[in-house]
T-cell receptor, first 117, second 112 residues
Framework: GAGVSQSPSNKVTEKGKDVELRCDPISGHTALYWYRQRLGQGLEFLIYFQGNSAPDKSGLPSDRFSAERTGESVSTLTIQRTQQEDSAVYLC???????????????FGPGTRLTVL | SQQGEEDPQALSIQEGENATMNCSYKTSINNLQWYRQNSGRGLVHLILIRSNEREKHSGRLRVTLDTSKKSSSLLITASRAADTASYFCAHNSGGSNYKLTFGKGTLLTVNP
């Protein structure tokens, strides 16, 4: 079946503009995650959605960042008034819901490379 | 920071050789996972080892876990040029059963 898809694959924007990144998870995956990866670094957790529960937004770096998810489908990550330090690859992942033995395997999309000029 | 640490940061070997990467973490875990990333884009899940397991195999991959030392290792045997990628370990953080903390990764280069 289809994997996780993200769009756009690349986005170049000017400082101060808003951007919206999209993620289509694997059908049937109740959990969805957003991560940020700066050049040469590991992944930073941003936000987690699980079914209809309140999302865990603890990783969002500032109030310029927000994300939404409708049910168990598409999610959008919005960055308002972009800054140069927002330049990174934004990765989305989906998985089955968490079990009792820790995080399940996460399936990643190809990412969106954001460049803020 | 609860971020895991991989070492080495970079590893360069010849095709056919074995590659060993290590990962350390600071918190108690339910499981530990290894992922591969090609060309700075999407990650691919390689293997998951639970906290009550000590060793796990998958094809040419062998993962060990030592919870007393809070460390794990990933061994790739008989490496191939196609194994060239960054490898990350990830584990639960802060008692969460869903939030993964990723290390900074090991960049493996396999020379043909």
């Amino acid at each position: 079946g289809a994997g996780v898809s993200q769009s756009p694959s690349n986005k170049v924007t000017e400082k101060g503009k808003d951007v919206e990144l999209r993620c289509d998870p694997i059908s049937g995956h109740t959990a969805l995650y957003w991560y940020r990866q700066r050049l040469g670094q590991g992944l930073e957790f941003l936000i987690y959605f699980q079914g209809n529960s309140a999302p865990d937004k603890s990783g969002l770096p500032s109030d310029r960042f927000s994300a939404e998810r409708t049910g168990e489908s598409v999610s959008t990550l919005t960055i308002q008034r972009t800054q140069q330090e927002d330049s990174a690859v934004y990765l989305c992942a989906s998985s089955l819901g968490p079990g009792t033995s820790g995080s399940p395997e996460q399936f990643f999309g190809p990412g969106t490379r954001l460049t803020v000029l | 920071s609860q971020q895991g640490e991989e070492d080495p940061q970079a590893l360069s070997i010849q095709e056919g050789e074995n590659a060993t990467m290590n990962c350390s973490y600071k918190t108690s875990i339910n499981n530990l996972q290894w992922y591969r990333q090609n060309s700075g884009r999407g990650l691919v899940h390689l293997i998951l080892i639970r906290s009550n397991e000590r060793e796990k195999h998958s094809g040419r991959l062998r993962v060990t876990l030592d919870t007393s030392k809070k460390s794990s290792s990933l061994l790739i045997t008989a490496s191939r040029a196609a194994d060239t990628a960054s490898y990350f370990c990830a584990h639960n953080s802060g008692g969460s059963n869903y939030k993964l903390t990723f290390g900074k990764g090991t960049l493996l280069t396999v020379n043909p």
